[in-house]
């Protein structure tokens, strides 16, 4: 890769991380960013995977930087972050290996990863400790958050950017 790819790259991380954290922190400001029931804006934008590999960086280290908020400290930082990553690789590969069904799979990463990971998170924080149904109610809560989100906003955002001429100008 050359210098001038590589530092578009970076940009473009540095940019997806930036807004990923910002929208964040907007919905945090209404309530509904952190916790059992979410709605974040800023995972709509996982689905920026399905273009560009610098989305990967990108929202990890926005989904880092949002967490820093989280009232659920260190755990809700590296947990979330770690879904995160995950979801973004796994739209990256799907967004690879079935390009005609990008945009009814891509979205799906974020929706499990989160749902699994957070879910389990959440699960761990319940006054009445950890339980299988404890853990079932707050993975079905986070995904249907996430399924919203990335289905709602995300795939009309996918269609948006897949236009040739916004392809082109972000993602090459």
């Known amino acids: 890769m050359n210098s001038k790819n590589t530092t578009r790259n970076l940009v473009r991380a540095a940019l997806i991380a930036a807004i990923y954290a910002a929208l964040t922190y907007v919905a945090a400001s209404f309530g509904i960013a952190y916790g059992p029931i979410q709605f974040r804006l800023s995972e709509a934008l996982t689905i920026l995977a399905a273009f560009t590999p610098a989305a990967i960086p990108g929202l990890t280290i926005g989904c ?5 908020g989280s009232p659920f400290g260190i755990v809700d930082i590296l947990c979330g ?4 990553f995950v979801a973004s690789v796994a739209t ?6 079935a390009r005609r069904f990008v945009p009814v799979l891509a979205p799906f990463p974020p929706v499990i990863a989160n749902a699994v990971i957070v879910g389990l998170e959440i699960t761990m924080f319940l ?4 339980s299988l149904i404890g853990f079932a109610v707050s993975a079905l809560e986070v995904g249907i958050g996430e399924l919203i989100v990335c289905y709602a906003l995300g795939v009309p955002l996918y269609f948006v950017l897949k236009k040739p001429h916004i392809t082109r100008y972000l993602f090459e």
């Open 81 to 84: 972050t770690v879904a995160t």
């Open 92 to 97: 990256y590969f799907i967004a690879k290996k």
């Open 64 to 68: 880092f930087l949002g967490n820093l």
């Open 127 to 130: 006054p009445e400790g950890a």
